[in-house]
């Protein structure tokens, strides 16, 4: 339908998001069947509705933006996480016994923490008169996306997939072309990863027993991090910076197939992850890593940070830009992963779920003081003429950036290793003995 009638594009994402919209969310009661969740049939079907309906009131209020409140006027992303904390308030406060009713917003506690990153950038448009003269069709492209994605927005909100959609057939035909590309570039790297899994890690696979089964035999980082125990010198490096690269590899794949499809579809998007591994700095890396997740949190936590307590610090503007980096690359960070942890904060298990993450806090310290020392070093170089800088090869500054992304990653890694092992496998990479 879409090859046929590609000037309907918006309409036909919009039923095939609504149909993707209710397999999901149809999917994830049947994940959790344990809990006391709608069951199938009408009590699901009703969780359906509900969510649709509380997506609606989140776009007409976003519509309404000039006639909210003048406190949400104000602060309106703060309006917008505080209806999902109302939620987890409503369910603590509430008996198991309630019934049905409890049961769908149980659900939608679930299931809310992957849609409020999108529902965000619809109150951002609203906000700032973007989505006048647009329907709940329009925004349901991004809102329930039939590309998939994650809680991160894949081409952000409807104003930069608007910038990016395609109003001539030459346009089209470049953004399907580019689709087409990265999707064989997804496959290709998908290829890669296998072989290079096989090849370093082992046992072997399809791929690596076509060369003999030959495998290097490195430990898998999140084992050595579950041991805990220090582990020979050359083995340990060789895992972490093993562990980049597939993590780097992983991304890629799934952000071009994403991507990908958008672009066939003539929304004409920036790749999610662009050669971070040539990067020559921190914030370079940073910058093509995750560009999504960049993006989200450069919105709705640096630039408010920045712009906003920021302005007080123009007289420090050093301290003005940490604020800023932490903001983002740490505080952002740690409540995006939080509230990720869904099914555990809908159960009321705030302390445990933060207890959970005091890795990942360590490692978003470390991002965040790496990605401000970095910016103040590309400051100073802007300001220096091209004949007077100096410093290492090109090389050699890849090669810090790659060390430092490893070695943050110890803390970063998944596998549920206690924040104490994780520290002494850091220390065993330092120590001959």
């Known amino acids: 339908a879409w090859f046929a009638q590609p000037q309907h594009r ?20 049947d994940k959790h069947a344990a809990l006391p969740l709608p069951s199938a049939g009408w009590p699901a079907a009703l969780v359906v509705v509900a969510q649709f309906f509380l997506l609606w009131l989140v776009y007409r209020a976003a519509r309404a933006f000039a006639r909210l409140p003048a406190v949400v006027r104000r602060h309106p992303q703060w309006a917008l996480h505080a209806s999902y904390w109302l939620m987890l308030v409503v369910l603590a406060l509430t008996s198991p016994a309630a019934g049905l009713w409890r049961g769908v917003l149980l659900a939608l506690a679930i299931l809310y923490p992957a849609l409020i990153w999108r529902c965000a950038y619809l109150v951002l448009g ?12 329009d925004h349901l492209l991004y809102l329930w996306p039939a590309y998939g994605g994650s809680n991160t927005p894949y081409g952000k909100g409807l104003a930069y997939l608007s910038q990016c959609e395609a109003k001539t057939p030459e346009q089209l035909a470049r953004s399907q072309l580019g689709g087409l590309k990265l999707l064989l570039l997804a496959v290709v790297w998908r290829l890669v990863l296998t072989l290079f899994e096989g090849t370093v890690y082992g046992p072997g696979n399809g791929l690596t027993r076509a060369t003999g089964g030959l495998t290097l035999a490195v430990p898998d980082l999140p084992a050595l991090l579950v041991q805990g125990t220090s582990v020979p010198l050359l083995a340990g490096w060789a895992s972490i910076y093993c562990q980049l690269f597939e993590d780097v590899l992983r991304l890629a794949v799934k952000g071009h197939l994403i991507v990908g499809m958008l672009r066939l579809w003539g929304f004409n998007v920036f790749r999610n992850t662009y050669k971070p591994l040539l990067a020559e700095s921190v914030v370079e890396f940073w910058n093509r890593y995750f560009y999504y997740f960049k993006e989200l949190l450069s919105t709705f936590f640096f630039m408010p940070a920045f712009t906003g307590v920021g302005r007080r610090l123009q007289r420090w503007p050093n301290l003005r830009l940490l604020l800023a980096v932490f903001a983002a690359a740490f505080v952002g960070n740690v ?8 099914v555990a904060m809908a159960q009321g298990q705030v302390l445990q779920v933060l207890q959970a993450h005091q890795s990942r806090m360590f490692y978003c310290l470390l991002l965040a003081l790496g990605i401000f020392v970095s910016m103040l070093r590309e400051q100073r ?13 090109v ?33 065993g990479l330092f120590l001959l003995a």
């Open 126 to 137: 609203g906000q700032h008169g973007r989505i006048a003269g647009t329907g709940i069709q």
């Open 395 to 427: 090389w050699l500054r890849i090669l810090g950036v790659w060390t430092f992304f490893s070695l943050i990653s110890i803390w970063n890694t998944e596998g549920g290793a206690p924040f104490l092992h994780r520290l002494h496998f850091f220390q």
């Open 381 to 393: 170089r802007r300001g220096q003429a091209a004949a007077d800088r100096t410093g290492a090869p």
């Open 335 to 342: 409540y995006y992963h939080v509230i990720k942890d869904s």
């Open 10 to 29: 918006r309409r036909l994402l919009a039923l095939a998001a609504l149909g993707v919209g209710t397999v999901t969310v149809l999917q994830t009661l």
